[in-house]
Each structure stands twice: as C-alpha cells, then as structure tokens.
C-alpha cells in the first residue's frame, strides 16, 4: 500500500512549500504523475498559485516490459517421449504455466509442467508416450511475468513425433 504525508513549510515570509513525501512501494508497469501547486506570495503579501505538472519528477525507473517466448524445443522433428520446453524472456510466475497448451491434432494432452530455478524455462513431460503426428505448443497471453506483465503477443510452434525405424 502506497500512502503519502504532506505539510506547508515556510522557508522565508516570501516563499512557501508544500512537500508531500510518498511512502511504500510503487507497482511496476504504471506510469506515475504529480500535479503539484505551490503557493508564492505577490510584493503585496497576497497569496500566489502557481500550478505546474511534473510527470517526470514522480515516474519511476521500474517499467516493466512486456516477456516474451524466446525460444521452443522442440524445433521440428521430436521422439515419441519428449520433453518440450518454453523459455522466457524474463522470469514467469507459477501460474504462467496454466497459459502455455500442448494439443496433438484431435487433443489437447495432459502434461506436467516444472520450472527451472531462473523460472524462465518451463519443462512439459506428457503424462503419456505421443503417438507419431504433429503436434503444437502454444502459449497464450495470460502468461505473467514475476511483476505481473502479460506475454507480448501469443506464441505458437509445431512439431511433429515420428517413430524411430529398428535396425535390420
């Protein structure tokens, strides 16, 4: 939670502030602006606004942008007991899993997912062996990062599962 505490300070009878000094944490990804109004006091001692937008003064260095999938493996062609693999952009939080699909051409499979400990690298084991034909991993904009940012734009990339010929 984000609060703030403000005073007037007199630093001169000619010269007068109002200081607001913000306390907690500010979200990452939002655009911040102060619209501020000071008090100057005419040659006649009348009280002066001067009204000024410091957007600037009050945005913080935190924007986040958005992940995106760098890279899927695998690339084309994968064994019928294959691990396929997502990597990120930047580190994912845990439910960014519930965004990423593995479907064969009728279904969409079962799988297990695990992070690897940077979370940008996520392992889907089939909870069964593929049979050959193509498949297509795709990974939807719910997917967010570990300051809560949505994937760039949705991915999506095939393979296909062949079987390996015996040796004669």
Same mark, same amino acid.
């Given at each position: 939670m984000t609060?703030?505490?403000s005073?007037?300070?007199t630093?001169?009878?000619n010269?007068?502030?109002?200081?607001?000094h913000?306390?907690?944490t500010?979200?990452g990804g939002?655009?911040?602006?102060?619209?501020?109004?000071?008090?100057?006091?005419?040659?006649?001692?009348?009280?002066?606004?001067e009204?000024?937008? $410091?957007?600037r003064?009050? &945005?913080?260095e935190?924007?986040t @942008?958005?992940?995106? *999938?760098v /890279? =899927?493996?695998p690339?084309?062609?994968?064994?019928?007991?294959v691990?396929?693999k997502?990597v990120f952009s930047a580190p994912m939080?845990?439910? $960014?899993e519930?965004a990423? &699909?593995?479907t064969?051409?009728? @279904?969409?499979?079962a *799988?297990s /997912? =695990?992070?690897?400990?940077?979370?940008t690298?996520?392992?889907?084991?089939?909870?069964?062996v593929?049979?050959e034909?193509d498949?297509?991993?795709?990974?939807d904009t719910?997917?967010?990062?570990?300051?809560?940012?949505?994937?760039?734009a949705?991915? =999506?990339?095939?393979?296909?599962?062949m079987m390996?010929?015996s040796?004669?």
């Open positions: 609060t703030t505490s005073a007037w300070l630093e001169n009878k010269q007068n502030r109002f200081v607001t913000l306390v907690g500010l979200a939002v655009l911040y602006a102060l619209l501020a109004t000071s008090c100057g006091v005419d040659p006649e001692g009348r009280a002066v606004p009204h000024f937008d $410091a957007p003064a009050a &945005t913080p935190v924007m @942008e958005a992940p995106e *999938v /890279a =899927a493996m690339e084309a062609v994968a064994n019928p007991d691990i396929a997502v939080q845990d439910a $960014a519930d990423v &699909t593995l064969s051409e009728t @279904e969409l499979l *799988v /997912a =695990a992070w690897d400990t940077s979370h690298v996520l392992a889907l084991r089939p909870l069964t593929l049979s034909g498949y297509v991993l795709t990974v719910s997917a967010k990062n570990s300051d809560g940012v949505g994937l760039a949705p991915f =999506a990339t095939s393979f296909a599962v390996q010929q040796k004669p």
